[in-house]
């Protein structure tokens, strides 16, 4: 076989492999939706159906879990953890550290109270994208890269 050969055989392969690749991301799911994001954390919002104040919920992929390492809300009542360290913050919020692993997240997303995730700064309201109350699975996975990148 000629060089000139060896090396586009060895372009293919390399490419070929290039698309293979997997990416480690979340995955947001429904019965209507699913997307993969392709970030290592999460931020999660809502507005407590109690206290109608927002709430925040900070994840980030450990291993193949989603590690909850930091929430954050402006009064405490109902579902409100109370033991934790808390973080010093000047956002008018309670900052609480946390350190509890999940392998999958299933929630109910509704208007009301208008679910909304961040992903390396990109603003998705999922409540916007599903029907009223429908329940939605977030979850580690992993995407080919070309599937990400067309």
């Given at each position: 076989?000629?060089?000139?050969?060896?090396?586009?055989?060895?372009?293919?392969?390399?490419?070929?492999?290039?698309?293979?690749?997997?990416?480690?991301?979340?995955?947001?799911?429904?019965?209507?939706?699913?997307?993969?994001?392709?970030?290592?954390?999460?931020?999660?919002?809502?507005?407590?159906?109690?206290?109608?104040?927002?709430?925040?919920?900070?994840?980030?992929?450990?291993?193949?879990?989603?590690?909850?390492?930091?929430?954050?809300?402006?009064?405490?009542?109902?579902?409100?953890?109370?033991?934790?360290?808390?973080?010093?913050?000047?956002?008018?919020?309670?900052?609480?550290?946390?350190?509890?692993?999940?392998?999958?997240?299933?929630?109910?997303?509704?208007d009301?109270?208008?679910?909304?995730?961040?992903?390396?700064g990109?603003?998705?309201?999922?409540?916007?994208?599903?029907?009223?109350?429908?329940?939605?699975?977030?979850?580690?996975?992993?995407?080919?890269?070309?599937?990400?990148?067309?």
């Amino acid at each position: 076989m000629t060089s000139n050969k060896k090396r586009k055989w060895g372009v293919a392969i390399a490419t070929l492999f290039l698309f293979c690749i997997p990416v480690k991301g979340i995955q947001v799911s429904s019965e209507q939706y699913t997307h993969f994001y392709p970030s290592n954390e999460v931020e999660l919002r809502w507005i407590h159906s109690v206290e109608k104040e927002e709430w925040k919920e900070f994840y980030r992929i450990h291993h193949h879990e989603l590690l909850l390492y930091e929430t954050a809300f402006k009064t405490f009542g109902a579902g409100v953890p109370s033991d934790g360290e808390v973080i010093p913050s000047d956002d008018g919020l309670v900052h609480f550290k946390m350190n509890q692993s999940f392998p999958e997240l299933r929630l109910f997303v509704s208007d009301s109270i208008e679910t909304t995730m961040f992903f390396s700064g990109q603003e998705v309201p999922i409540y916007k994208y599903v029907d009223d109350y429908v329940d939605i699975v977030i979850r580690v996975t992993y995407y080919p890269w070309w599937l990400i990148h067309t």
